[in-house]
């Protein structure tokens, strides 16, 4: 009956979230439509149940939270993600529906033009009939035509593997926010979570140190898994020195689990993740010393895939 009733809620608090967009007006439904793939659901529902006269300040708001450098007038973020809507609308045509809302369009705006695109038209086998590989890296993401109508749909579902290719030359989404997020260990404090660099030792043929990550408890999106809150945060990490060569790279998971009582006693409070680094390469040190070299680091919230991005200075 407990299970019964909270179904119960969850279903009438879908459907009066839905009654609610369908009676939007044309502004706002172009806002929400546009912005489905980056919008979080927790920032849906807070639009949605907003008054109309409250919605054009939510919507400022919320591309001013994106923006990687608000001391500059233009907003980096959302110039690329209307510009890549506009392409996909250009590329993708033919569908019965605007080339954003394509599966196509989809994975362009998400993840940027493709590094090679092989279209196989009509003939082959059954399988290899009117299909499209994109390949990012050495990661292929394949869309299907099966009537060779023009109509094709992703038939990669599993696309966790983009994370392990090199987002700098994978988005120029992330690649713009990174470039206007970089700062020194004494620059601007950082907006999404926090960072520190720690050196404890730098010889000719040896570096030792941490990176210290830390992001508060109640910015993190979590699943409920019995009583527990649980969710997974990935960090992946890239040295490069100038020559944008990468010099050292790392990747780490670390598991968050507590129950809602935790969760308001360590609100206010960060989850820190400590990351060890460790280069004993005198080559790949020297190249270090010739010029700035940045870390980039990709923090995963593998709860709803929400990513963030940083870029520190390494001295």
């Known amino acids: 009956m407990f299970l019964l009733f909270w179904a119960g809620l969850s279903l009438a608090a879908g459907c009066r979230l839905y009654n609610l967009e369908r009676k939007l007006d044309p502004v706002n439904d172009d806002f929400l439509s546009k912005t489905r793939y980056i919008i979080t659901r927790e920032e849906r529902r807070t639009f949605l149940l907003l008054p109309d006269t409250e919605k054009p300040r939510f919507i400022e708001e919320f591309w001013l939270r994106r923006d990687p450098d608000p001391d500059t007038p ?9 510009n890549r809507l506009e392409r996909a609308g250009q590329l993708f045509i033919g569908e ?25 038209p009509v003939g082959g086998d059954a399988y290899s009939r009117c299909q ?11 869309f299907l035509d099966q009537m060779c109508t023009g109509s ?20 120029e989404l992330s690649k713009a926010q990174a470039d206007a997020q970089k700062t020194s260990l004494a620059g601007k404090k950082l907006i999404e979570f926090e960072a520190r660099l720690a050196i404890t030792a730098r010889e000719p043929g040896r570096i030792e140190g941490s990176l210290i990550l ?15 809150l649980w969710t997974k945060l990935e960090a992946a990490l890239e040295l490069r020195d100038a020559k944008k060569t990468i010099v050292w790279q790392d990747k780490r998971s670390f598991e968050v689990a507590l129950d809602e009582a935790e969760l308001e006693r360590k609100t206010g409070k960060p989850f820190a993740m400590e990351i060890p680094i460790s280069i004993r390469d005198a080559e790949a040190i020297g190249r270090l010393d010739q010029g ?24």
């Open 74 to 82: 233009e907003n980096e973020f959302k110039i690329e993600y209307f």
């Open 96 to 120: 019965g529906l605007p080339g954003w809302l394509t599966d196509r369009g989809r994975i362009y705006i998400l993840f940027g033009p493709p590094m090679d695109r092989i279209t196989q």
């Open 132 to 142: 499209e590989v994109w390949y990012y890296g050495n990661f292929p993401v394949v």
């Open 152 to 171: 094709y749909k992703l038939v990669t579902y599993e696309l966790s593997g983009l994370r392990d290719i090199n987002m700098m030359y994978m988005q």
């Open 214 to 228: 830390e992001i508060p408890y109640e910015r993190i999106w979590y699943r409920s898994e019995g009583k527990k």
């Open 292 to 315: 700035p070299a940045l870390l980039q680091i990709i923090l995963t919230n593998t709860t709803g895939a929400e990513v963030l991005i940083k870029t520190l200075e390494f001295k």
